[in-house]
């Protein structure tokens, strides 16, 4: 896993380059294509936002200081918000960064970020059940494995079964890697 992987603030080349990757299903692969979109609405928060928030947010990943891809995390509740808040991750790669350990490198840093400046105790992800890349690198990253969510997301014509994970931060100290 290389060490030169680091996420920053999204930039608007790295807009262009996401429109450009992930406008189809050849840039964002089997698990991801929910079918075309509009960016505009993705350049207006930016515009807004930069694309952080108190809601969520989005930071390019860079590998040697290019833009391979970005991460995202958003709330989510499991009953009363002021209670049960806690953070969901997504992940983008670009084709040619995929299986390397970039994603593994990356789901961490986010992790490690969002511990360090929110109040987070749960950051959890879910995948394909058969995304066997995304769930190795969830693992390696520290993240444990909960359970399967029956048909949780409408992909592809049909109804996909989903993998949570989960890492708290007391996990954070003694699984993968920093």
């Not at 996420?7 to 608007?12: E, F, G, K, Y």
Request: proline share 4%.
């Amino acid at each position: 896993m290389s060490d030169e992987i680091t996420l920053r603030p999204v930039t608007a080349d790295d807009l262009d380059l996401y429109e450009r990757e992930f406008s189809g299903p050849e840039g964002t692969g089997p698990y991801q294509w929910f079918g075309f979109g509009s960016p505009a609405a993705l350049r207006r928060r930016f515009a807004e936002t930069g694309l952080l928030g108190p809601d969520g947010g989005v930071l390019s990943v860079a590998e040697a200081g290019r833009t391979v891809g970005r991460v995202e995390w958003f709330a989510s509740t499991w009953g009363r918000p002021a209670t049960s808040t806690c953070w969901t991750l997504a992940i983008g790669l670009v084709p040619a960064a995929r299986g390397r350990g970039t994603g593994t490198r990356a789901q961490r840093l986010v992790s490690e970020y969002l511990f360090d400046h929110t109040r987070a105790e749960r950051i959890q992800a879910w995948t394909d059940c058969a995304n066997r890349a995304e769930q190795r690198a969830l693992e390696k990253a520290g993240f444990v494995r909960e359970g399967v969510l029956r048909s949780a997301q409408w992909r592809g014509g049909q109804w996909h079964d989903q993998v949570i994970f989960s890492l708290l931060r007391a996990d954070l100290s003694g699984a993968g890697p920093s």
